[in-house]
């Protein structure tokens, strides 16, 4: 088999959206530019703004190895200079880690990797006002396990160096760093002792505490005990340092007696002034405190809420924003009007000092968990968006782009499963954190709560719980009947009545050791909210060969099977490391036998990738990893449903496939970032991919992955089967602008979406989508590969059934329009728009065609078709396919057949309108050009006969043509003629997939009447003008008229 990277890396991926912010915990501005602004989503990379906020895109993909962002810092000195620190420190259960520091020295154009690996997840980054080569890091460390690398690092030179200038012990982090503007030798470090394990967080501890620095960051004091903080164990601390009155500083405490504190002394001693509970709750997860650059007095608090005070920290008024959950903070040192702030839904502008601020509806970062499909044409993806909620959306819109006007919630929450019935779509079953499930039916838009046991866990450990359920339980459907639900707690549950009643059909099928299931949080604040629920059946699969073969797999690292629907159950176990999380169980839809299991332990500080499978029904079993790097833990696997041993993984860093059932695995590149991907489906011919932190993305058409072992190596070029192409009605809108460096302002289907108007590489210019999802290519999806060096022509021809050639596009054709085949070596793919040749076009005027239409061809009617590939003049390869009809619409064949005859004679009409007036057009300018050799030569009489030549032509030319239509309202001005109402009538006709009325049949004739009289008059008046003209010109012995 070929190097399968060679099409991996050509594969071409969309983002299908959401465009509705993720978590964002890091943020930051241009000190100088007022409009540009930065941010780094939990999961999803670094992402810019040079506008303040009204449109965002990425500017990391391609440099960094990992998505998740902890802290991004501008330098002020210069702000080409921008470094950021990788892996958030909020560390939720489902936190994703870094890998170190990354700089950029061209404002994010470029970046670099400047080592700190281990650190994995960083709070801050502070950089030396006047120097940016001096630099701070803030790192947490690991967060499921004790390591070195923590604490407060220092670079003196950009980050080629760093040596660890605070470090308190194995366990305790750095959490919090705030630099003295005024004296930046003076820093405040925040240390913090916390922990994550599968099934608890530890927040407090000896280490927690607060350090100063008045050298740089040679040496520190401790300020933990002194006079006025509170004694005993602290836990996760906030510290902020006033840049208006440098001896002013605040902390935000976690501890019994804790809350806001001030000190104006440096540090020396501290009072609280307040112990509002607002300001602290769930301290783990906020602690975020900033002090206004201008005012001494003003304060803000970043929470649950948004906080500020305005009398120094004692009391607070809260600021609404787009979302709540508030993380980070950026103010402007010289205009405190201007900041941003990152939250649980993505990063907001604000140039008013927070009484307005920018959407975060035009961020694709969502965070989902896991994905399903339905069966609806087009079919929809679910999900729940973490922070958000469940939502559906469009696998493609007849808007043209996918907006948030196509899509809707589901029911649930932000952290469950979906499960759509197959038989009816409207119905949807979904899961939110501490066990909620309900029933949603989309015609009445109403969720019927029908959760197993509906005794609201909240605050209470997972050993209070009847039944334990995860924070992402499993909720499935049973492929054999649409009746049966399953869903996943500690037992297996099973209704058959929509979730009105539960029955269990197993044992516990977990450890459930008692200390695995105590409250979590403590030793000074709990944090129940069923996060860390464990020991509960975290996958389930039903074999999709065989009914009541049935697999589940728990958070604790138990696997079993039951092949009698429930009856009895076997533990089946591999021989995995104890406690690894079974992330996913994949049924085989090709053998009953047959399961692979995606498996977990990066909450014990393992992050190897853990895959198996048994072809046995779990007896014996195999590990199936090579290829995937030993640091990118594995989260799905799934077997695609076509190719048996074809198989996709999703990692903690992006996607693999093997195409020997798991021996191998090879990255998938292409257009698709790095991020984590939680699950993955496969519907038909497409690959949809849940990411965590990069909304949903989609590969459209699997038929060359799905090929890729049985094509000849060594061939010239292979051309892949072809998928069913269905005959969509493409979205009308308004011309877009072409103009690079502007936005594009798309007007879809009564909505406007917001695009950028970007160079295409290849002399023009493309839109990339900022506020929607991308649409599937409409057309015929040919992919193929070249496999010789510098062709010097490719083409692709398709032919009816009967192989009558319908159109011929090849790479070197000059002369035509629109894409053309690639003609260099490696897979590439071409979209056929179906439609036949254009007609005959006029160059210098313009069709006042109101009503749509033009010389386009029309779309192929549904049925069988071929398409050849051709690699310099030779065929190497050809493909059968079908056009099938929008199954949507209820125009029959006969009605498409007619629609497109009549559109053929439309077309043919026009086309001799146009070729006639061509052929006057072209003797008008041959006249005009002898009438000057006449002048040349005397022969003045002849040269004014040739004249009234032309202008007879050019009269009865104007019969058929306005040459006066040259700009897009002329028509107003000017009224149409016969060839602009054929193409409006072409519009009309194609206006949708039906068959054409009666009266656009007589307009047509009518229309054709007008062209008919028109081109007979321009030819008679060719043949009697031009051969007296010819004659004369002939006795003056100048060459007659062609």
Not at 38 to 47: L, Q
Not at 178 to 191: E, I, Q
Request: with cysteine; charged share 25%; aromatic share 10%.
């Amino acid at each position: 088999m070929r190097d399968p990277q060679e099409l991996l890396g050509a594969t071409r991926w969309r983002l299908a959206g959401p465009y509705r912010g993720g978590r964002v915990v890091a943020v930051a501005a241009d000190p100088v530019d007022p409009l540009t602004f930065y941010f780094g989503a939990c999961a999803g990379g670094v992402w810019k703004s040079t506008d303040a906020g009204a449109t965002w895109r990425n500017i990391s993909d391609g440099f960094f190895k990992t998505a998740s962002v902890g802290a991004i810092a501008v330098s002020e000195a210069d702000p080409n200079v921008i470094y950021v620190g990788m892996g958030e420190s909020c560390i939720r259960g489902n936190v994703s880690h870094g890998d170190g520091v990354y700089r950029s020295d061209d404002a994010g154009a470029t970046w670099r990797h400047l080592g700190l690996a281990e650190t994995r997840h960083i709070a801050r980054v502070r950089i030396h006002p006047k120097n940016p080569d001096l630099v701070y890091v803030a790192a947490f460390g690991h967060a499921f396990g004790p390591n070195e690398e923590r604490g407060v690092f220092r670079s003196k030179d950009g980050g080629q160096t760093w040596e660890k200038v605070l470090y308190r012990d194995e366990n305790t982090g750095a959490c919090d760093l705030s630099m003295d503007p005024n004296n930046p030798r003076v820093l405040y470090a925040a240390m913090w002792e916390a922990r994550r394990s599968p099934w608890s967080l530890v927040s407090g501890g000896e280490g927690s505490g607060i350090f100063k620095t008045t050298d740089g960051g040679d040496t520190w004091v401790e300020l933990t005990n002194n006079p006025g903080l509170p004694q005993g164990l602290k836990g996760r601390i906030g510290v902020a340092v006033s840049p208006a009155k440098p001896d002013r500083v605040w902390a935000l405490i976690e501890a019994k007696d804790g809350g806001l504190f001030r000190s104006d002394d440096g540090g020396a001693t501290w009072t609280r002034l307040s112990d509002n509970p607002e300001l602290r709750q769930r301290p783990w997860y906020y602690m975020h405190i900033f002090a206004d650059p201008v005012n001494p007095d003003v304060l803000y608090v970043l929470n649950l809420r948004f906080w500020k005070s305005i009398d120094g920290g004692a009391t607070y008024i809260g600021i609404p924003t787009p979302h709540g959950d508030h993380h980070d903070l950026w103010i402007d040192p010289k205009n405190p009007k201007r900041m941003i702030h990152g939250n649980d839904g993505g990063a907001c502008v604000s140039l008013d000092g927070g009484v307005t601020w920018s959407s975060i509806y035009n961020q694709p970062t969502a965070q989902f968990y896991h994905v399903t499909t339905d069966t609806q044409f087009p079919y929809r993806i679910y999900g729940a968006q973490q922070d958000n909620t469940t939502l559906s959306i469009p696998s493609y819109s007849d808007r043209g782009v996918i907006t948030a006007d196509d899509t809707y919630p589901v029911g649930g929450g932000e952290s469950g499963y979906i499960a759509v019935r197959p038989d009816d779509p409207n119905i949807v079953y979904a899961g939110s954190y501490a066990s909620r499930m309900t029933r949603y039916d989309h015609r009445s838009r109403q969720e019927v709560d029908i959760t197993v046991w509906p005794d609201d866990p909240i605050g209470y450990g997972a050993e209070s719980m009847k039944y334990r359920v995860q924070w992402t339980f499993p909720i499935h459907l049973s492929p054999h009947d649409p009746n049966v639900l399953y869903v996943g707690a500690n037992h297996l549950l099973r209704s058959t009545d929509g979730g009105q009643s539960f029955e269990e059909i197993s044992p516990d099928l977990t450890r459930g050791e008692p200390e695995t299931l105590k409250p979590s949080g403590g030793p000074i604040t709990k944090d129940n909210v069923s996060t860390e629920f464990y020991g509960t059946i975290f996958a389930f699969a039903e074999s999709p060969v065989q009914q009541g073969v049935l697999w589940t797999g728990s958070d604790d690292g138990l696997i079993h099977v039951s092949r009698d629907n429930g009856k009895t159950w076997e533990n089946v176990t591999p021989d995995l490391p104890e406690w690894a999380l079974i992330s996913i169980i994949e049924a085989s839809p090709h053998d009953a036998a047959t399961a692979y299991v995606a498996a977990t332990r990066y909450k014990l500080d393992d992050f190897r990738p853990y895959l198996l499978k048994t072809n046995d029904y779990g007896k014996t079993w195999q590990p199936i990893t090579n290829g995937i790097p030993e640091d990118d833990f594995t989260r799905v696997i799934r077997e695609d449903p076509v190719r048996r041993g074809l198989l996709y993984c999703g990692t903690e860093t992006g996607l693999y496939v093997s195409f020997d059932d798991g021996a191998n695995w090879h990255r998938v590149t292409g257009n698709l970032p790095v991020v984590p991907i939680h699950d993955l489906v496969i519907h038909d011919t497409d690959l949809i991919l849940a990411t965590h932190g990069r909304s949903f993305w989609v590969l459209d058409d699997l038929s060359a992955l799905r090929a890729w072992p049985d094509i000849d190596p060594d061939a010239p070029g292979t051309l892949f089967p072809v998928r069913p192409a269905y005959r969509l009605m493409p979205p009308r809108r308004w011309p877009e602008s072409k103009t690079a460096g502007y936005k594009s302002y798309i007007t879809a289907g009564g909505n406007q979406v917001l695009g950028e108007i970007v160079p295409d590489g290849e002399g023009g210019t493309r839109i990339e989508l900022r506020s929607a999802g991308e649409n599937p290519p409409v057309g015929v999806l040919v992919q193929y590969r070249i496999g010789v060096e510098n062709p010097k022509s490719v083409a692709l021809s398709f032919y009816t059934a009967d192989g009558k050639l319908i159109k011929r596009i090849a790479s070197d054709d000059e002369k035509a329009k629109g894409p053309k085949p690639k003609a260099k070596p490696g897979v590439h793919r071409f979209v056929w728009d179906m439609r036949y040749p254009d007609g005959v076009d006029l160059e210098g005027v313009r069709l006042a065609a109101y009503w749509g239409g033009g010389v386009i061809g029309p779309k192929a009617v549904p049925g069988t078709y071929e398409v050849r590939l051709e690699i310099d003049g030779q065929e190497v390869g050809s493909q059968q396919f079908e056009i099938r009809k929008d199954p949507r619409i209820s125009a029959t064949q006969e009605d498409l057949q007619a629609q497109f005859d009549l559109l053929m004679a439309i077309q043919a009409k026009l086309s001799s309108v146009h070729e006639t007036v061509l052929r006057s057009q072209r003797l008008r300018e041959q006249i005009a050009a002898w009438q000057e050799r006449l002048r040349a030569s005397g022969q003045e009489a002849l040269a004014e006969e040739a004249g009234k030549v032309v202008e007879k032509l050019a009269e009865a030319e104007n019969y058929l043509v306005e040459w006066r239509h040259k700009g897009g309202a002329d028509a107003f001005n000017y009224p149409p003629k016969v060839n602009s109402k054929l193409a409006s009538l072409q519009g009309t006709v194609s206006y949708a997939d039906a068959r054409p009325t009666e009266q656009a049949y007589g307009v047509f004739e009518y229309l054709s009447g007008w062209a008919d009289e028109g081109i007979a008059r321009l030819n008679a008046l060719i043949e009697s003008e031009i051969g007296a003209l010819n004659a004369k010109i002939a006795e003056s012995g100048i060459p007659p008229l062609g």
